[in-house]
């Protein structure tokens, strides 16, 4: 099979397109139980039980394509939302800091 430039092309860019479109994906959702956990600031819960901590860690790329960063954060909280819930029964999160190396915690509290 002779591959002209406009069949090759138009492979390259359809595969480019989709390793684009996954770079945008969010790859995780928020559970049932997630969808109780909120998000907030040190000083929200100040009247709050802290329980503990967990660290997620998210892709930050896919293939050679670097996702948006709006996209990871949103990815770290459904993760850490998730976790709260499941493995400690809270509903309230805190960022202990910025996403950094696809890695990020949360404070995790009962309010």
Known sequence: MIHTPIRTGAILTGALAITLGLGACTFVPVTTEGQHVRVATASDVRNCQRLGSTTVTITEKVGFVRRPPEKLAQEAEATARNA????????????????????????????
């Open 84 to 111: 709260a819930a499941k493995d400690w029964n809270g509903n309230t999160i805190v960022p202990m800091g910025p996403l950094q190396d696809g890695r990020q915690g949360f404070d995790v509290y009962r309010c």
